[in-house]
């Protein structure tokens, strides 16, 4: 069974970090690109960053850029995600996807493997 594990998530105040996980069981992710997404209540699914498969390449929601940093350990069939200099605007539940292919789209469609989500709460 293929699973996708998030955690790390929590309540933090402004300005404060979090290093979010997300651990890949039942196949090997190695060849595929990967993301995170995040939904705030009310609102829409939304694509924040993703990384190809051999850890090069990256994209961020332009919303997250130098705030945001994803990697992968393709050994540990891991991928992270470290969030810096957080804002209120960023509480929502953080869900990290697989997708089908090896490069990175954002699309949540292009993604068949999802995990369950973490809540990131960010107090004023």
């Known amino acids: 069974q293929v699973q996708l594990v998030e955690s790390g998530g929590g309540l933090v105040q402004t300005g404060g970090s979090l290093r979010l996980s997300c651990a890949a069981s039942?196949?090997?992710?190695?060849?595929?690109?990967m993301g995170w997404f995040r939904q705030a209540p009310g609102k829409e699914r939304e694509f924040v960053v993703g990384?190809?498969?051999?850890?090069?390449?990256?994209y961020y929601l332009e919303f997250v850029k130098g705030r945001f940093t994803i990697s992968r350990d393709n050994t540990k069939n891991t991928m992270y995600l470290q969030m810096n200099s957080l804002k209120p605007e960023d509480t929502a539940v953080y869900y990290c996807?697989?997708?089908?292919?090896?490069?990175?789209?954002?699309?949540?469609?292009?993604?068949?493997?999802w995990g369950q989500g973490t809540q990131v709460t960010v107090s004023s």
């Open positions: 996807a697989a997708a089908r292919g090896v490069v990175v789209t954002n699309h949540g469609d292009n993604y068949p493997y």
């Open positions: 039942g196949r090997t992710f190695s060849r595929n690109a």
């Open positions: 990384i190809d498969w051999n850890n090069i390449s990256t």
